[in-house]
């Protein structure tokens, strides 16, 4: 059966299914029902049902959800079940946060590659991973098949090294620049944009408030 293309808006919502379904199959829990889903992530039932109706009959009417089933179905479609390598480009101040959290809440993924033109960093290993210069930065992910990519660079550096990952090959890019990137449409780019984001709860706030 052919599935259905997957909005963005539900793509986003599966990380929150997949963790409080973890948290029920470790309590031991063997079905949920989408109200009982709806109640725990704060998403309406029916939208739970459609995100899950894009691939294909995941539980019965009547009968809910089998959690070891659905755990396993989204280990699966978010790659929890094999180790993802990424890099990460860029060595600053939120860079540096990250490589030394390197995702210890998370089995799956793992920064294995870090690239800076900081001499002071650059030929050391730092939290595990080793720091190359940029300027090996194509043949290194070439090299380690890299296929994912983290982007922490100043902003006016960030398409010139968002051109580089394409010409390595790098098919999915993390952005925290606040640069709208231009790659060729075969390349996913995840913007993840703090101060704008900062800005909206606190517009949000003050508007609830008023």
């Known amino acids: ?3 259905k293309a997957i909005p963005e808006a539900s793509a986003k919502r ?4 997949h963790r409080y ?3 029920l199959h470790s309590a ?21 049902r459609r995100d899950f109706s894009y691939f294909g009959a995941l539980g019965k009417r009547g009968h809910g959800y089998d959690v070891a089933y659905l755990l396993d179905f989204f280990n699966k479609e978010l790659h929890q079940d094999r180790l993802t390598n990424v890099a990460l480009i860029g060595m ?11 995702f210890y809440v998370s089995n799956n993924l793992r920064i294995s590659a870090a690239f800076d033109i900081d001499e002071a960093v650059v030929g050391k ?19 380690q098949q890299l296929d994912v990519a ?10 010139e ?36 984001d900062l800005q909206t709860l606190l517009y949000f706030l003050d508007h609830d408030n008023g």
């Not at 599966?14 to 299914?17: D, F, G, N, R, V």
Request: hydrophobic content about 45%; aromatic content about 4%; proline content about 6%.
């Open 1 to 3: 059966m052919m599935r």
């Open 14 to 17: 599966l990380p929150i299914y």
């Open 21 to 23: 379904l973890g948290f």
């Open 28 to 48: 031991g829990k063997k079905h949920v029902s989408s109200d009982e889903l709806s109640e725990a992530v704060k998403v309406e039932s029916a939208s739970i």
């Open 92 to 102: 600053g101040n939120l860079g540096r946060a990250l490589l030394n959290h390197n």
């Open 125 to 143: 290993i730092l939290s595990g991973v080793p720091v190359y210069p940029m300027s090996d930065m194509v043949a290194q992910l070439r090299i």
């Open 150 to 159: 983290i982007l922490m660079v100043p902003q006016e550096v960030a398409q």
């Open 161 to 196: 090294a968002a051109d580089h990952l394409v010409e390595a090959g790098v098919h999915g890019i993390l952005n925290f620049t606040p640069i709208r990137l231009t790659v060729p449409e075969q390349v996913r780019v995840q913007h993840v944009d703090l101060t704008s």
